[in-house]
């Protein structure tokens, strides 16, 4: 039918879900590609001074891309959006509201070490409890999978139009 | 001093005892749902603390002990049994077990109320221990108030001793077979627990059934994030799991960052523009599938961002036409290189003569702009409508 189905259909099988319950499926990998190459093409063409910034502005694009795709229902995404959102120090967008901060079962106890070290490496993982970082870590993993394949798809890509340009340049026959 | 006969915790001296005592309780009454059918009259209360020993493994002393307060349950019970009518024997309790009568009030409703929560079974004794509960409440106010709440602190405790050592011995000897001793009986007898099996020694307490439902919870999902996380499912242990979860995390956002420098490294000379004609030369005529429409506008997903997403559209209208090509104009080559990772392999190695985007320049070309924008629109109608 569509790449879309095919891309939906990949991205659950390869899981292997158990229990597809838990981690929502996402939307299909076009949207992050799309929203995720046009912010790549406006990076590029505003007027970036170094490299390395422009590797940050990439990053946080990625990143934000990312979390879009998620969506809000992952509370993950907000926080990565709140974090970029503060670093860009636009005004704060509304946040959609956490059900599960309202009633809170267990106060997150930063007693393990090895939770704490997730808490960290996870955004947002600090105000949750257990159960929940597993969720939001389980969720997390995935889209940054997708991201990561997703540049690296783009990287190999323009690697090889590179190669292509050099080619052709040496070959004088364009065919423009 | 009466204790709370309604309340979920009937606790002799409210304050007095820890939770272990409410645990034991209530590991009284899961006994007490044991004997149920096993004694049937009050002449059954020793083959009941019988099977109490086989099933605890105490020494014979303490289920002697528990036999006291059995007996003093027991014509509760059979009380209760008998079903809608509450037969009133005569109640032939030794003055010290008498202390034992508000916990077993109590014991009684908890154990009426849950076995109210498993009553698919049978409905008749479930309506039987309901109309128990009331009958509860009315027949041992009569009795302990002789006593003197002195006393009653005495005995009670010492029976409490009792049970709290018992409790903690049925809990360290948690073993599976006591566990599939009672789970038996409780099948055997009429009413399974519906949502929690109550495994020996670990009461059916509200806490411990909401914590092992988390622990439950818990272990599912590490499940499923041991099975995202590549090379994670031989590993046993959770610390070791999360060990590599973490380290598959920092993994990523490494790759992440190292990929967008490498993107942001990328001569910009190669801009989109250009990449048209690079492509042209290389893929030929090949199209852009993206689905039924899908994604030309992708829809925020979020209201929240609209304003973002409208900037970035209005800055970079032109990209459209070379990104997004509608499904329709060629349809027969539309392999992307994710459809083909998922069809090659997990790690991403993209065949590179395959483009990430195909791309179908001839058509997309400028003379083609407005038939673009068309579809463009027409495209967005459908992906709003998704």
Known sequence: MGVIDIMDAKGTSSLGNPNPNILTPHPSKSSVAIRFLRVLSLVRHTASSSPSSRACRIRRAACSCMAYSAGPRRAWSRALLRKLVRRRRKPPRRDLPRPAAIIRRRRPVGGDRLEVALRRVVPGGAGMEYCRLLEEAADYVKCLVMQVRLMQSIVDFESHVHSVNKRSEIDPGDRN | ?386
């Open chain 2, 1 to 386: 001093m009466e204790p709370p006969r309604s309340s979920g915790v009937g606790i002799d001296n409210s304050g007095e005892y820890s939770p272990e005592i409410a645990e034991t309780l209530r590991f009284e009454e899961e006994i007490q749902s044991l004997i149920h059918p096993s004694s049937f009259d009050g002449s059954a209360a020793p083959t009941g603390g019988g099977s109490f020993t086989a099933l605890l493994g105490l020494p014979a002393n303490q289920a002697v002990e528990l036999l006291h307060d059995s007996g003093a349950r027991e014509p509760l019970a059979s009380r209760i049994r008998v079903g809608g009518h509450p037969v009133h024997r005569p109640f032939h309790l030794p003055l010290d077990c008498s202390s034992a009568f508000p916990s077993n009030a109590t014991l009684v409703d908890r154990a009426a109320r849950f076995s109210v929560f498993a009553a698919e079974g049978s409905p008749a004794s479930s309506s039987g221990r309901l109309k128990a509960e009331p009958q509860d409440s009315d027949s041992p106010p009569l009795d302990p108030i002789p006593t003197g709440p002195a006393k009653r602190k005495d005995t009670g405790r010492s029976k409490c001793d009792v049970r709290l050592s018992l409790s903690f011995k049925s809990q360290a000897k948690a073993t599976a077979k006591k566990s599939k001793n009672a789970e038996e009986n409780t099948d055997g007898d009429k009413l399974p627990y519906v949502h929690v099996r109550a495994r020996r020694g670990q009461a059916t307490d509200n806490h411990s059934l909401a914590e092992r439902a988390r622990r439950e919870k818990i272990n599912v999902r590490m499940k499923l994030l041991q099975e995202l996380v590549p090379g994670c499912s031989k590993i046993t242990g959770t610390a070791l799991v999360l060990d590599e979860i973490i380290n598959h995390v920092q993994t990523l956002q490494r790759q992440v960052e190292f990929l967008s420098m490498r993107l942001a490294a990328v001569n910009p000379r190669i801009d989109f523009s250009s990449l048209d004609s690079y492509l042209s030369a290389e893929c030929g005529p090949v199209t852009v599938r993206n689905g039924p429409g899908g994604v030309v506008v992708d829809p925020s997903l979020w209201p929240t961002d609209a304003t973002a997403e409208a900037t970035r559209r209005l800055l970079v209208p032109q990209f459209w036409h070379i990104d997004l090509v509608p499904p329709q104009l060629q349809p027969q080559q539309s392999l992307t290189t994710w459809e083909r990772d998922g069809a090659a392999h997990s790690q991403l190695l993209p065949n590179p003569t395959t483009s990430l985007f195909l791309y179908d320049p001839a058509n997309s070309g400028n003379a083609n702009v407005p038939h673009l924008t068309a579809k463009l629109k027409t495209a967005e109608d459908r992906a709003l409508n998704l």
